[in-house]
């Protein structure tokens, strides 16, 4: 049984969890997609590649957020 | 380079030894990434910077932060002039008292260095491109493609026939956010740029700029949304309102969480060496740290790039003609 003192940082963490996840499916549609790309024209890769670190970053940041709300309920920041 | 990781590894060396009291992480990340009233520049030596406070009672009042503690540093009960500092914050000792607290703290020297630095550099290339007959080198030759990558590609492209009129804020604020990022990454450097009070003013920098240049079209298309039943637009109008403030609120924690995050995940790393206490953790964690920062520096310029990408495309939303 999780011990009562620690559910809310348990429920913190699995919300971070969830969030990376999103991310990582975000993240690996926008390359997998990008390879794709790059493979039926090599030609355009610069063009391709550029886009794709600026929206990899775009959805890296959404993660990031919830690691920063996981963070503040783990330290306990506003009680 | 080589240096930055065999020092940082040196760091990693020096934290085998016992420490006094118990580790504490978050207690040591949250004091990185605040603001605060002294300037700590290694363990144990810190400059107090000055406190500068209105308060209704007493009037303008100036001290040094160092007031509020004793030898030991710490923080004293009955404060002084009427303030006492708990956890970071200066209360006041009557509760609910008002004040106006202009304090130079941590992020406000890092303000003043990050704009001095920026006219230091700026008034360099503007002195460098006004003498035209010599091909541009050093600082100049730095600086120019990347203003002139701005100017083509994100200002001009997005926002169209007028965009000389906003070129001066779009360079200011990307250079204003690639040097706060870049020089929070330095070691006891402020969290300038991810103070979330820094950018929600950019932001709303950005938001009053976009409406005050909204010309009839971008009004008309938020209150009296053409192309829709009569009806709907009473209940589009609503969600139009919050499409005007989710722009300013997505632009502030988009950079906040980026630096915030990036510093923390920085942190932990280094906090694990202090945990485990062992030399493999402090070798694999240095390695680690230098590659976070490397990574770090990526993320400096495409915050920088999509902030000010971004100010472009809702300004340039903002003044488009009728379509």
């Not at chain 2, 144990?44 to 009037?59: A, F, K, Q, T």
């Not at chain 2, 997505?250 to 945990?275: D, K, N």
Request: without cysteine; proline residues 3%; hydrophobic residues 50%.
């Amino acid at each position: 049984m999780l011990s009562f003192l620690l559910l809310d940082v348990g429920l913190a963490v699995i919300g971070t969890g969830l969030a990376a996840i999103g991310a990582g499916i975000g993240i690996g549609l926008i390359g997998g997609n990008a390879m794709t790309a790059i493979s039926r024209q090599p030609d355009a890769s610069d063009k391709i590649t550029a886009p794709m670190i600026l929206l990899a970053a775009l959805v890296e940041v959404i993660a990031l957020g919830g690691v920063v709300a996981g963070l503040l309920v783990v330290f306990g920041v506003g009680g | 380079m080589l240096l930055i990781f065999v020092s940082s590894t040196f760091l990693s060396f020096s934290a085998d030894k016992e420490n006094g009291d118990k580790f504490d992480m978050g207690e040591m990340i949250m004091h990185h990434i605040l603001d605060d009233y002294q300037y700590e520049i290694v363990h144990g030596l810190s400059i107090p910077l000055p406190i500068i406070i209105y308060s209704e009672n007493d009037g303008m009042m100036i001290f040094s932060s160092s007031r509020l503690f004793d030898e030991n540093h710490v923080p004293l009960e009955e404060g002084y002039n009427g303030f006492k500092y708990d956890h970071g914050k200066l209360k006041p000792l009557e509760s609910g008292m008002s004040y106006f607290d202009l304090s130079i703290t941590k992020n406000v020297i890092f303000l003043i260095l990050t704009s001095s630095l920026m006219i230091i550099v700026f008034l360099s290339v503007a002195r460098g491109y006004a003498n035209k007959k010599t091909i541009p080198k050093g600082i100049q030759a730095l600086f120019e493609p990347i203003i002139v990558l701005i100017r083509d590609d994100i200002v001009k492209k997005n926002i169209g026939s007028q965009y000389e009129k906003y070129l001066p804020y779009m360079l200011t604020l990307f250079f204003f956010i690639l040097f706060g990022n870049i020089l929070g990454l330095l070691p006891a450097a402020a969290n300038l740029t991810g103070n979330i009070a820094i950018t929600l003013t950019l932001a709303v920098f950005t938001f009053l700029l976009t409406n005050f240049s909204g010309n009839r079209h971008y009004w008309k298309h938020i209150f009296w949304t053409p192309g829709i039943p009569f009806v709907m637009r009473f209940l589009i109008l609503p969600i139009e309102i919050i499409g005007l403030l989710t722009k300013p609120i997505s632009l502030t924690i988009r950079l906040f969480a980026a630096i915030t995050a990036g510093h923390i995940v920085i942190l932990s790393f280094i906090g694990f060496t202090f945990i485990f206490q062992s030399y493999f953790v402090g070798v694999v964690s240095a390695i680690f740290v230098v590659g976070l920062n490397l990574i770090e520096l990526l993320v400096a310029g495409i915050q920088a790039y999509v902030f000010t990408l971004f100010s472009s495309i809702y300004i340039g939303m903002a003044t488009e003609d009728a379509h």
